[in-house]
C-alpha cells in the first residue's frame, strides 16, 4: 500500500538552481496538493490540483509551478530557488473534490537552500 | 475567507491527565473542521472531522472534539493523555463551497509528562 510517495526526501540547493520535488499517488484520487511547511505557521497551501489538466493557485503560489498531466503525478517545480524557499513540503490527496474527505499526506521532502 | 486560530505553541501535560487543544475558526459559510496529528518525521494523519452531522466528534486514539458554532469553536480533548500522545497537532477548516482550499492551524506541540 504505497499511498502518497514523494522523492526526493531531503534535497540541499544552492540559490538560483531549479528542481522538481516529486509527487506520485496510487489512490486514484481526483484532488492532489502541495503544502509547504515552516515552524510556528503550519501548513500553508502552494497549489492544488481537482484533476489531470485542473490546476489552481493556493495560499503561497510565488515561485512555484505545478502541472497535472496524468491523475497520478503532481509534480511541484521550483524555478530558481531562494533561501525563502527551505522548508518541508508535503504533497496530499483526496479522494473526489469535496472538501469533506481525508487528506493523505506524503512523508515530507525537506529543501534546503543556501 | 476562512481562518483557523490555535492557541497555545506547546502544551504539555502529564501522563493520564485531560489533554485539551484549543482551536477557534473564522468563516462565512457552514465550516467543514477536521483535526490532523503528526508524529516525528511524518507526514499528517486524520484524527476526526467534523462535516455539518453530529456536533461531539469522535476520533481514533480516544480524542474526541466538540464543534460549537456560538464559540467558533472546534477543541481537541482526551481524558487521559498517553505517552503515545505526543506529537504535533494540526486544526483545518474548509467549506464546501469553497475552490477546494483546506487551511490550516499553525500547529500545538503535545508533550506528556511521565
Known amino acids: 500500500n504505497a499511498g502518497v510517495t514523494q522523492t526526493p526526501k531531503f534535497q540541499v540547493l544552492k540559490t538560483g538552481q531549479s528542481m522538481t520535488l516529486q509527487c506520485a499517488q496510487d489512490?486514484?484520487?481526483?484532488?492532489m496538493s502541495w503544502y509547504r511547511q515552516d515552524p510556528g505557521m503550519g501548513l500553508r497551501l502552494i497549489h492544488y490540483?481537482?484533476?489531470?489538466?485542473?490546476?489552481d493557485q493556493g495560499e503561497v503560489p510565488n515561485g512555484y509551478n505545478v502541472s497535472r498531466s496524468t491523475t497520478e503525478d503532481f509534480p511541484l517545480r521550483l524555478l530558481s530557488a531562494a533561501p525563502s524557499q527551505t522548508s518541508v513540503y508535503f504533497c496530499?490527496?483526496?479522494?473526489?473534490?469535496?472538501?469533506?474527505?481525508?487528506?493523505?499526506f506524503g512523508e515530507g521532502s525537506r529543501l534546503t537552500v543556501l | 475567507a476562512q481562518s483557523v486560530t490555535q492557541l497555545g505553541s506547546h502544551v504539555s501535560v502529564s501522563e493520564g491527565a485531560l489533554v485539551l487543544l484549543r482551536c477557534n475558526y473564522s468563516?462565512?459559510?457552514?465550516?467543514?473542521l477536521f483535526w490532523y496529528v503528526q508524529y516525528p518525521n511524518q507526514g499528517l494523519q486524520l484524527l476526526l472531522k467534523?462535516?455539518?452531522?453530529?456536533?461531539l466528534v469522535k476520533g481514533i486514539n480516544g480524542f474526541e472534539a466538540e464543534f460549537k458554532k456560538s464559540e467558533t469553536s472546534f477543541h481537541l480533548t482526551k481524558p487521559s493523555a498517553h505517552m503515545s500522545d505526543a506529537a504535533e497537532y494540526f486544526c483545518?477548516?474548509?467549506?464546501?463551497?469553497?475552490?477546494?482550499?483546506?487551511?490550516f492551524g499553525s500547529g500545538t506541540r503535545l508533550s506528556i509528562r511521565p
Open positions: 496530499a490527496s483526496r479522494k473526489g473534490t469535496e472538501n469533506t474527505g481525508e487528506l493523505f
Open positions: 468563516s462565512s459559510v457552514p465550516p467543514y
Open positions: 483545518a477548516v474548509s467549506a464546501y463551497s469553497s475552490a477546494s482550499k483546506i487551511i
Open positions: 489512490m486514484n484520487h481526483e484532488y
Open positions: 467534523y462535516t455539518s452531522a453530529a456536533t
Open positions: 490540483s481537482v484533476g489531470a489538466g485542473i490546476t
